[in-house]
């Protein structure tokens, strides 16, 4: 399984970026999808999450109102829509795949199997 996280880059605060994340996997319409971020210096933590079927989503407060998670099983993909950046928002994304999922959207990283490469976004004030 492998994912590849696109879309980051270099915004304005108040500016919006969207992010991808394009899986291998056949059976990616049975997993939950997940994104976190990791800034400088911090530990990485949890943006939003996706259930299998797109039916279900859970936001970080952080995020909440600004960000929106979706995905096309067709595409195999998953996407952040991010709006309103802050210059907090600041860091490395990564998508994550729960590959064994239960009813609860996982917001720990010990519950994704699969990790992307993560992807920079930087937002300058």
């Known amino acids: 399984v492998q994912l590849q996280a696109s879309g980051g880059g270099r915004v304005q605060a108040g500016g919006s970026l969207r992010l991808s994340c394009a899986t291998s996997?056949?059976?990616?319409?049975?997993?939950?999808m997940g994104w976190f971020r990791q800034a400088p210096g911090k530990e990485r933590e949890f943006v939003a999450t996706?259930?299998?079927?797109?039916?279900?989503?859970f936001y970080a407060d952080s995020v909440k109102g600004r960000v929106t998670i979706s995905r096309d099983n067709s595409k195999n993909t998953v996407y952040l829509e991010m709006n309103s950046l802050k210059p907090e928002d600041t860091a490395v994304y990564y998508c994550?795949?729960?590959?064994?999922?239960?009813?609860?959207?996982?917001?720990?990283?010990?519950?994704?199997?699969?990790w992307g490469q993560g992807t920079l976004v930087t937002v300058s004030s």
């Open positions: 996997g056949r059976t990616f319409s049975g997993w939950n």
């Open positions: 994550a795949a729960d590959v064994n999922p239960t009813r609860v959207l996982a917001t720990t990283t010990s519950s994704y199997d699969y």
């Open positions: 996706i259930s299998w079927s797109g039916g279900r989503t």
